[in-house]
């Protein structure tokens, strides 16, 4: 049985395999819209999304199968005690596939080894969030024409920010990849980033705290938000939240090719003038979230040979 839990379950081969049916899906829609007919994907989500779930249910939907599930840990039996290994063994009677999004690092995994169905990891805690570094790493490939050859600008919460994580440990794996990691001291990426992944690998990075400072360097910025639910205190939030900003005047000093990126939902860190900006990806980045998805459910489903 195989799941996702992290971007590096699959190899890059496979990623690309995974773009190239994404790119299908896109533009041959009638051709997959019964493929999954007659299967369900249950969502079981024990923390809030909007794009995370609803783009896979609409990629279920647009295949031409079923979904269930729930949205929120209280309107499930976790509110009475259940554990997610239970749960999944009753969703694997319910279900073909089963993306999970959790507070707890590592509860998905934990799944795993209860399920009868694949698991997708659709978020947990401050860890990985693989099917969003798809998402990001196929907006790339679109838009860009190949994954590579790229400085990445990752900038605001890089402490707490999974899609930041994921996506660090995904480029390492494509050639002449270089960072400038923008954040303030408080919210550098971990040890277990920086170290295990970046350094140990001789990835080029640096750490800095203008974004300003930084612009004109960038062929893609990654901002993100400050994610206030991982905070241990209201104060600190509120003094890191609009730390960073991105605005017209700043734009003013990228590249006329940069693209900027945001796993979304976005607060204050990119101003809504931004949005008209044509170097701004970010909705189309949301919106291919759907055609990834899709490829993944398809894949995960053959490979399981529920297909
Ligand atoms: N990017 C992302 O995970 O968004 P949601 O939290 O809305 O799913």
Same mark, same amino acid.
């Given at each position: 049985?195989?799941?996702?839990?992290?971007?590096?379950?699959?190899?890059?081969?496979?990623?690309?395999?995974?773009?190239?049916?994404?790119?299908?899906?896109?533009?041959?829609?009638?051709?997959?819209?019964?493929?999954?007919? #007659?299967? @369900?994907?249950?969502? !079981?989500?024990?923390?809030?999304?909007? *794009? %995370?779930?609803? =783009?896979?249910?609409? +990629?279920?939907?647009?295949?031409?199968?079923?979904?269930?599930?729930?949205?929120?840990?209280?309107?499930?039996?976790?509110?009475?005690?259940?554990?997610?290994?239970?749960?999944?063994?009753?969703?694997?009677?319910?279900?073909?596939?089963?993306?999970?999004?959790?507070?707890?690092?590592?509860?998905?995994?934990?799944?795993?080894?209860?399920?009868?169905?694949?698991?997708?990891?659709?978020?947990?805690?401050?860890?990985?969030?693989?099917?969003?570094?798809?998402?990001?790493?196929?907006?790339?490939?679109?838009?860009?024409?190949?994954?590579? #050859?790229? @400085?990445?600008?990752? !900038?605001?919460?890089?402490?707490?920010? *999974? %899609?930041?994580? =994921?996506?660090?440990? +995904?480029?390492?794996?494509?050639?002449?990849?270089?960072?400038?990691?923008?954040?303030?001291?408080?919210?550098?990426?971990?040890?277990?980033?920086?170290?295990?992944?970046?350094?140990?690998?001789?990835?080029?990075?640096?750490?800095?705290?203008?974004?300003?400072?930084?612009?004109?360097?960038?062929?893609?910025?990654?901002?993100?938000?400050?994610?206030?639910?991982?905070?241990?205190?209201?104060?600190?939030?509120?003094?890191?939240?609009?730390?960073?900003?991105?605005?017209?005047?700043?734009?003013?000093?990228?590249?006329?090719?940069?693209?900027?990126?945001?796993?979304?939902?976005?607060?204050?860190?990119?101003?809504?003038?931004?949005?008209?900006?044509?170097?701004? +990806?970010?909705?189309?980045?949301?919106?291919?979230?759907?055609?990834?998805?899709?490829?993944?459910?398809?894949?995960?489903?053959?490979?399981?040979?529920?297909?």
């Amino acid at each position: 049985m195989r799941h996702l839990m992290s971007p590096l379950d699959f190899t890059t081969d496979e990623l690309y395999d995974l773009m190239r049916l994404a790119d299908d899906i896109r533009e041959n829609r009638q051709k997959y819209a019964k493929a999954c007919e #007659g299967k @369900t994907l249950a969502t !079981c989500f024990y923390e809030p999304s909007t *794009r %995370t779930r609803l =783009s896979f249910e609409a +990629a279920m939907l647009n295949l031409g199968g079923n979904v269930l599930g729930f949205a929120s840990a209280d309107s499930s039996s976790a509110a009475k005690g259940e554990s997610v290994s239970d749960t999944i063994r009753v969703i694997s009677g319910y279900a073909d596939i089963c993306a999970i999004r959790h507070p707890k690092e590592g509860a998905p995994l934990v799944a795993t080894s209860h399920s009868g169905i694949p698991v997708i990891n659709a978020g947990d805690g401050g860890h990985q969030h693989p099917t969003q570094t798809l998402t990001d790493l196929y907006t790339i490939r679109s838009l860009r024409g190949e994954i590579g #050859g790229l @400085t990445i600008g990752l !900038c605001g919460d890089l402490k707490f920010g *999974r %899609t930041v994580h =994921s996506l660090i440990n +995904a480029l390492v794996r494509y050639p002449d990849i270089r960072f400038i990691l923008i954040s303030p001291p408080e919210l550098v990426v971990p040890s277990y980033i920086r170290d295990d992944v970046l350094t140990a690998r001789g990835i080029p990075f640096t750490e800095v705290k203008s974004l300003e400072d930084a612009m004109p360097e960038l062929d893609i910025l990654y901002m993100t938000r400050v994610q206030r639910e991982r905070f241990f205190n209201e104060e600190d939030y509120i003094r890191m939240k609009d730390f960073y900003i991105l605005d017209k005047s700043k734009m003013e000093l990228a590249r006329e090719n940069m693209l900027v990126l945001h796993p979304l939902p976005r607060v204050n860190e990119i101003s809504v003038e931004v949005d008209e900006d044509p170097r701004a +990806a970010y909705f189309t980045q949301a919106h291919n979230g759907v055609f990834i998805r899709m490829a993944l459910i398809l894949t995960l489903l053959k490979e399981a040979g529920t297909l």
